[in-house]
């Protein structure tokens, strides 16, 4: 399958200061990327979705000021936490798919544990 | 709307003993389903997929899942476990065309020697 990176795998950041987050596709162009977010032993809850060179369209109760992400081009997507707090505290996924190939699933990144203190 | 309904969140099994854990969907659309592996501290790895055609879907590591459309389900069994497979199990269910994905609360597999 296709291969989508995220970094960095884990980071630790003092409270009130930002963080980024990378998903990039490795092999294929990613017309749409997906972030989630995991709380500890619960399902993958989707932040939002963006297409390239698009807004992105975050779901409700995502507050799009705090989780920011950018989509400029067909490899990379970035969320950018913007003054954490302990409770962003969390694991991260991306997942990112090429809509204009038919029959192709959207494939995950590695994840990245937040940690705010 | 969908949703996805995992009625075990941990299934505790012996080595080498068979396994099936359990998936329910409701969708008022036609759906792709899907089963996913996480490791501790890992993404999400793909077991397989349904589609369309065969109900009967075969994916890596062994696994296999049965779609059945009547009951609404898509459980996933493997014959014979390894230590190895012990992780959390998603499953997933998207509408055709492979649109946002709708995971259920998981299912963690713990097999013991």
């Known amino acids: 399958g296709a291969v989508v990176s995220q970094h960095p795998s884990r980071v630790i950041c003092k409270s009130g200061t930002s963080v980024k987050i990378e998903c990039r596709s490795l092999d294929f162009q990613a017309t749409t990327m997906f972030w989630y977010r995991q709380f500890p032993k619960k399902s993958l809850m989707l932040m939002a979705t963006?297409?390239?060179?698009?807004?992105?369209?975050?779901e409700q109760g995502v507050e799009k000021d705090k989780f920011l992400i950018n989509h400029a081009s067909l490899t990379l997507s970035t969320l950018t936490v913007t003054s954490a707090h302990p409770e962003d505290s969390s694991f991260y996924i991306c997942s990112a798919r090429d809509r204009r190939v038919s029959n192709t699933e959207a494939f995950f990144g590695q994840g990245t544990r937040l940690t705010v203190v | 709307a969908q949703s996805v309904t995992q009625l075990d969140s941990q299934v505790p099994v012996f080595e080498e003993a068979p396994v099936e854990l359990r998936c329910n969907y409701s969708s008022s659309v036609s759906v792709y389903l899907f089963w996913y592996v996480q490791y501790p501290n890992q993404g999400l790895q793909l077991l397989l997929k349904?589609?369309?055609?065969?109900?009967l879907v075969k994916g890596i590591n062994g696994f296999e899942a049965e779609f059945n459309k009547s009951q609404t389900s898509f459980h996933l069994r493997k014959p014979s476990v390894h230590i190895s497979d012990t992780a959390e199990y998603f499953c997933?269910?998207?509408?055709?065309?492979?649109?946002?994905?709708?995971f259920g609360k998981g299912t963690m597999l713990l097999v013991s020697p």
């Open positions: 997933a269910v998207s509408g055709s065309g492979y649109s946002t994905l709708t």
């Open positions: 963006s297409n390239e060179g698009s807004k992105a369209t975050y």
């Open positions: 349904y589609l369309s055609g065969s109900t």
